[in-house]
């Protein structure tokens, strides 16, 4: 059973660029959150979403930034115009379903190093 | 607003056992995750308190008290490849999301 999947693994984009930045859950899992992560500091959350509905967006930038995850094919992380201070780690998690009273265990992809040049 | 808090780095020799804390402060509580990721790698699940008290798997153990906004991990028979950041984190009242600490990192030492 594969686990989570993200590409790139690196990517490099000039200021001002545009960086699309996908995840695969694993198998079986249908909900979908982001985290990022700067160097020598804990993941924050970005977004969660569901096939096809975003459940939160709290943690997500109000301008540049937005995701989705079609009811086919892979959840996207997209940065519009991106800058330097873009340049970090972005981490797809999925999880089987509703959180449960019982457990919050989520499963992480390698994540993606964005950096901006 | 939501924070956690845990010391920034422990370093403990081969055979040990070392405690990372943890405390937070959170609007709506759902429990208390713990999470290990080497080297800047995919973060991986190591154990999850909802409920007061001590939970246990093999070498890992994890406590919480709610009453007091707190928790901690425990490591113990420490092995070189546990070296790692280790990061608590709340799932709060509003779904899946997770928030993490800044995470301790764990230097062993032979």
């Known amino acids: 059973n594969a686990g989570v999947m993200q590409n790139p693994r690196h990517l490099v984009r000039r200021r001002g660029q545009e960086a699309r930045l996908r995840c695969s859950p694993m198998?079986?899992?249908?909900?979908v959150y982001w985290y990022r992560q700067l160097p020598e500091e804990g993941l924050k959350f970005m977004v969660y979403l569901q096939k096809e509905n975003i459940i939160d967006e709290s943690g997500m930038p109000k301008e540049r930034f937005s995701a989705e995850f079609p009811k086919e094919g892979p959840s996207i992380l997209r940065i519009q115009q991106v800058v330097r201070g873009d340049s970090a780690a972005y981490f797809c998690?999925?999880?089987?379903?509703?959180?449960?009273?019982?457990?919050?265990?989520?499963?992480f992809g390698p994540g993606t190093r964005l950096t901006v040049t | 607003g939501q924070s956690l808090e845990q010391p920034s780095e422990v370093t403990a020799v081969e055979g040990a056992i070392v405690q990372i804390n943890c405390t937070y402060q959170t609007s709506g509580f759902y429990g208390l995750s713990w999470y290990q990721q080497h080297d800047g790698g995919a973060p991986t699940f190591l154990s999850y308190n909802a409920l007061d008290g001590l939970e246990e798997t093999g070498r890992f153990s994890s406590f919480l008290s709610r009453s007091d906004s707190y928790g901690y991990l425990l490591l113990q028979e420490l092995q070189m490849k546990d070296s790692a950041s280790y990061f608590c984190?709340?799932?709060?009242?509003?779904?899946?999301?997770?928030?993490f600490g800044q995470g301790t990192e764990l230097s062993v030492k032979p």
């Open positions: 198998k079986g899992h249908s909900h």
């Open positions: 984190a709340v799932g709060g009242n509003q779904g899946g999301k997770l928030i």
């Open positions: 998690a999925s999880s089987p379903g509703e959180p449960r009273a019982g457990s919050y265990e989520q499963y």
